[in-house]
C-alpha cells in the first residue's frame, strides 16, 4: 500500500528528472534568501545556474551543525518570519539548541511523509496510532502527530513515559499503532507482561521505531513481546525530522524519500562520495524545504545505501541501520547528547573541575546516565551536606540543560583517569 503511490513508486529516471529540478530550485532559494550560503557559493566561485545533472551537487558546499550554531536562532531560514509557523529544536553541541523551522507548506509536505510511513505499516483510517514520542520542541511527537492526522487515523497524543497510564490507553481505546523509540517499546512490552496481560489480547499490529540506534536483537524480541510488526524510521530535526526515510515491510533498510532529499554517502575523513555499498556517513541535501533548505548537510550517522530493486515496489533507495556516528553524540532515552554540553555545565559551577566520564548503561530495557564528576581540592574538604546540595544542583540543572535525569557521583580530585591524547568521556556499556 502506498500514499503517494506515483512518487513512491516512480521509475528512477524520472525521479532523478524531479530531483534535478527541484535541486536546481533549492539552490536559487538559498543563493537569494540566505547570506551564509550566497556568501559559500561566492567563495567556491559557484552560481545557481551551474547545477545542470546530479553530479553538480558535489560542487556544492556542505552544510554542518557548526553552520546553524554559528547562525543561531533564525540566521538560515530562507523566508521572513512571518510565512514561519512552527519551530522545533534540538541539542546542540553546547548550551544553545539547533533551531529548525518550518513554513505551512513544509508541514504538509512532513505530514504526507509521516502518512507514506504509517501507509508503510499497512496504517489506514480505521487505525488508532498511540504516539509515545515526547511532543515539544523535539520533532518526534508532533512529526507522528501531523502524519496520523493527514492520513486520517486517529492519534492519541500520548507523549512520552507514564507506562501505566500508557497500557490502561493501549487497551481501552484498542491501539492499533504504537510509535516511540525502540527501547521505550521494548520497556512497555514488559511492562505489559508484568501487568499480566497477554500481548495477544491488545489489538496492536505494528510499531515505528527511530530516534536512536537499534538492533534485529531488539527487533526480535519487540516483535515477539509485543505481537506486532517492527519497523525503523530515521530523521533529523536539521533535515526535517521524522521521516526521511522509512523501513517496509521487507525489512531491508529504510526507503529514503527522494522525491524531498538526496542522500550521498561520503568518507567522513576526506569527505569524498562513496559508491553504493559502501559504508560511510550520510550527507542530505532537502529538496522542497522553504523555511529550512539544507544543503548537503553532514548527519553524522553512519550507514550504506542500496539501490537494488525492493520487493514492496518502491524505487526508493534504501539505507541501512544506523551504526555509529563519526562524532561523540549520544542518544539516551532518545534525547541526543553531546559531552561538551555536560562540560558546559561543569565550568559553569566553581566547584567542580572539568574532567568527567559519562557511564552509559543499559538498566533492564531503558538507558541509565552516571555522570562521574571531579570536585575540587578546595570542596573536597567541606562538609557532606555541601556535597549533597552540590550533586542536586548539578542533577538539576543537567536536567534543564539535557532534558534527562542524570545520577551524579561526585569523586575526589584526580581519580577519572587522564589520557595523554583525547580524553576519553564517555564509557558505553549498552549492548543493542
Ligand atoms: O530523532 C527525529 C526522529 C524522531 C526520528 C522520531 C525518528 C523517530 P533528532 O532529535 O534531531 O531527530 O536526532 C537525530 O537521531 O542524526 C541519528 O543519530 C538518530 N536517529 C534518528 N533516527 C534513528 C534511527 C530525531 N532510526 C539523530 N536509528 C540522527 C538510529 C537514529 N539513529
Redesign the pocket.
Known amino acids: 500500500m502506498y500514499w503517494q503511490k506515483e512518487y513512491e513508486t516512480m521509475p528512477r529516471e524520472q525521479l532523478e528528472d524531479l530531483q534535478i529540478e527541484r535541486l536546481k530550485q533549492t539552490a536559487q532559494r538559498v543563493y537569494d534568501n540566505v547570506p551564509f550560503y550566497r556568501n559559500s557559493f561566492d567563495n567556491l566561485g559557484l552560481i545557481p545556474g551551474d547545477i545542470k545533472s546530479l553530479d553538480d551537487l558535489q560542487k556544492l558546499p556542505f552544510t554542518t551543525k557548526q553552520d546553524l550554531r554559528d547562525n543561531y536562532p533564525f540566521g538560515l531560514f530562507a523566508v521572513p518570519m512571518d510565512e514561519v509557523v512552527r519551530i522545533h529544536a ?2 546542540g553541541t553546547t548550551g544553545k539548541p ?1 533551531v529548525v523551522g518550518y513554513t505551512r507548506d513544509d508541514i504538509t509536505n512532513w505530514s504526507d511523509l509521516m502518512a507514506r510511513a504509517l501507509v508503510i505499516t499497512g496504517g489506514t483510517t480505521c487505525d488508532v496510532v498511540q504516539n509515545a ?1 515526547g511532543y515539544g520542541l ?3 511527537g508532533m ?2 502527530h501531523y502524519g496520523a492526522e493527514r492520513l486520517g487515523a486517529t492519534v492519541v497524543p500520548i507523549s512520552g513515559g507514564n507506562t501505566a497510564r500508557q497500557i490502561m490507553l493501549m487497551r481501552d481505546f484498542g491501539t492499533t499503532i504504537l510509535t516511540c ?1 525502540p527501547s521505550y517499546a521494548l520497556f512497555l512490552g514488559e511492562e505489559i507482561i508484568n501487568a499480566g496481560l497477554d500481548p495477544r489480547d491488545l489489538k496492536l499490529k505494528a510499531g ?7 538492533s534485529e536483537r531488539m527487533r526480535a524480541q519487540l516483535e515477539a513481546k509485543l505481537n506486532i510488526m517492527a519497523l ?7 533535515v526535517m ?2 521521516g526521511v526515510s522509512m523501513e517496509c515491510p521487507e525489512k531491508k533498510g ?1 526507503h529514503i524519500f527522494e522525491d524531498h532529499f538526496i542522500a550521498e554517502i561520503i568518507d567522513p575523513e576526506t569527505a569524498k562520495p562513496l559508491p553504493y555499498g559502501e559504508p560511510g556517513e550520510l550527507v542530505l541535501t532537502s529538496l522542497t524545504k522553504q523555511a529550512l533548505p539544507i544543503i548537503r548537510y553532514r ?3 553512519i550507514t550504506v545505501l542500496h539501490e537494488d530493486k525492493c520487493g514492496c515496489g518502491r524505487t526508493f533507495v534504501r539505507m541501512q ?2 551504526t555509529g ?1 563519526t562524532d561523540d ?1 549520544l ?1 539516551i532515552r ?1 534525547v ?1 547528547v553531546f559531552p561538551s554540553q555536560i562540560e558546559s555545565v561543569l565550568l559553569e559551577f566553581g566547584d567542580t573541575e572539568p574532567h568527567y566520564l559519562l557511564v552509559v548503561d543499559r538498566k533492564g530495557t531503558l538507558d541509565d546516565l552516571e555522570i562521574w564528576v571531579e570536585i575540587s581540592d578546595k570542596f573536597f574538604s567541606d562538609k557532606v551536606r555541601a556535597l549533597e546540595d552540590l550533586e542536586k544542583r548539578l542533577k538539576a540543572r543537567i536536567l534543564s540543560i539535557l532534558g534527562i535525569s542524570a545520577r551524579i557521583k561526585l569523586v575526589e580530585p584526580r581519580t577519572i583517569p587522564r589520557s595523554e591524547g583525547k580524553a576519553k568521556r564517555v564509557m558505553d556499556k549498552r549492548e543493542l
Open positions: 534540538s541539542s539547533t514520542y523535539f520533532t518526534g512529526g507522528v523509540t515505528i521505531f527511530g530516534a536512536e540506534p537499534w525503523d524510521i530515521y530523521g533529523l530535526s536539521e525530522g521524522p529504510m548527519t553524522r550517522d541501520r544506523v556516528r553524540m542518544i532518545g541526543n
